[in-house]
């Protein structure tokens, strides 16, 4: 079993943003006594880029949920922005071209 400095040590290699999440969970832990706390599944977020592809292609979205809150091609820009409007951990994606299916076999 690992001790709490190790736990520690390891957290502080995570990167800011994984660090934030470490954060949260540990938040969402201590407030409402689940053994563990869940994790999301962003199918809000996914769902949103698939209706609002072509509108945002080759542009990074930070969403909160179902929700727009900043676009654009810098990434640390958007991520910023919605910082400021009080999202301690927004979603961030780069919206790119749906890939094509692949299709394979024998000939």
Same mark, same amino acid.
């Given at each position: 079993?690992? &001790?709490?400095?190790?736990?520690?040590?390891?957290?502080?290699?995570?990167?800011?943003?994984?660090?934030?999440?470490?954060?949260?969970?540990?938040?969402?832990?201590?407030?409402? *006594?689940?053994? !563990?706390?869940?994790?999301? &599944?962003?199918? #809000?977020?996914? @769902?949103w880029? #698939?209706?609002?592809?072509e509108?945002?292609?080759?542009?990074? $979205? @930070?969403?909160?949920? *179902? !929700?727009?809150?900043?676009?654009? @091609?810098? $990434?640390?820009?958007? %991520?910023? #922005?919605?910082?400021?409007?009080?999202?301690?951990?927004? %979603?961030?994606?780069? $919206?790119?071209?749906?890939?094509? @299916?692949?299709? *394979?076999?024998?000939?």
């Open positions: 079993m690992a &001790t709490l400095e190790q736990i520690l040590d390891e957290a502080l290699k995570l990167p800011p943003n994984e660090q934030r999440r470490l954060r949260d969970a540990l938040a969402e832990l201590a407030s409402n *006594g689940k053994d !563990r706390p869940s994790c999301p &599944t962003h199918a #809000e977020e996914r @769902a880029v #698939e209706l609002h592809r509108e945002f292609l080759d542009q990074w $979205v @930070a969403l909160d949920g *179902g !929700r727009l809150i900043s676009h654009g @091609a810098d $990434v640390k820009k958007v %991520y910023d #922005e919605a910082r400021q409007q009080g999202i301690n951990s927004p %979603y961030l994606v780069r $919206v790119s071209q749906k890939p094509e @299916a692949f299709m *394979g076999g024998w000939q």
